[in-house]
């Protein structure tokens, strides 16, 4: 079993939509969880990061991470073209990431 | 926010011949990076743990040998591919952790194509 699982996709919404992308862990250790979007061709780019429970929001994006779950959410509200891109959820710690298998997200117009 | 800068982006060698990869934190000191590979339409696949004045510690199943690491300075960390082989040819990418902390920033990763 993968340390960290990934809602596979690819998922594709019109703009305006809200998406929601899943992920859940199996270490409990974990401490840090991550959304990282990832453009064609390009190095991941840090979205958000928590470290505990509970909801993080910034700007369109909201993390959501319930610990007693193991389960961590990506939700883009009022999705835009640009959104368009590879997410990747990430759990761990100290700096050392395990990552999801990345979900494809195309926004159409 | 932090930038870690990742030199080349694209290369291309023959098959047999050594290729280095640079990762460089520019604004902050990184004690430890990180060294990723990335199969098209797949994750990224922790390669090793780049430490500061040690030896690297790598990944199961990654061959020591043949991806070199030296990490220097507080601010650079190079991976050498060598005697690379087609089944090498991958998307390479660092990531640096500001020292205390624990998000990761990443290079614009490497595109290695050996033919």
């Known amino acids: 079993q993968k340390e960290v699982e990934q809602d596979p996709g690819p998922l594709s919404v019109p703009e305006g939509a809200i998406v929601s992308l899943n992920c859940t862990y199996s270490?409990?250790?974990?401490?840090?969880f991550m959304w990282y979007r990832q453009y064609s061709r390009k190095g991941p780019e840090l979205l958000m990061y928590?470290?505990?429970?509970g909801n993080k929001e910034d700007g369109r994006f909201t993390a959501q991470v319930d610990k007693s779950s193991k389960y961590i959410s990506l939700f883009i509200r009022d999705s835009q073209p640009s959104d368009s891109a590879t997410y990747l959820c990430?759990?761990?710690?100290?700096?050392?990431?395990?990552f999801g298998d990345g979900t494809t997200l195309t926004v159409k117009p | 926010g932090a930038v870690v800068s990742q030199h080349p982006s694209w290369v291309i060698c023959k098959s047999g011949t050594s290729v280095k990869i640079e990762c460089r934190s520019l604004?902050?000191?990184?004690?430890?990076m990180f060294w990723y590979r990335q199969f098209p339409k797949q994750s990224l696949m922790l390669m090793a743990t780049?430490?500061?004045?040690?030896?690297?510690?790598?990944e199961q199943g990654v061959e020591k040998d043949k991806f070199l690491i030296n990490h220097a300075s507080l601010t650079l960390s190079t991976l050498t591919v060598t005697s690379a082989h087609p089944e090498d040819s991958s998307f390479y990418i660092c990531?640096?952790?500001?020292?205390?902390?624990?998000?990761?920033?990443f290079g614009q990763g490497t595109r290695l194509t050996v033919v």
């Open positions: 928590t470290y505990s429970s």
């Open positions: 990430a759990s761990g710690l100290a700096g050392k990431s395990t």
């Open positions: 270490n409990s250790a974990f401490q840090y």
């Open positions: 604004d902050f000191q990184a004690t430890t």
């Open positions: 780049s430490n500061e004045g040690s030896k690297a510690t790598y």
């Open positions: 990531s640096a952790p500001r020292d205390g902390q624990t998000e990761a920033f």
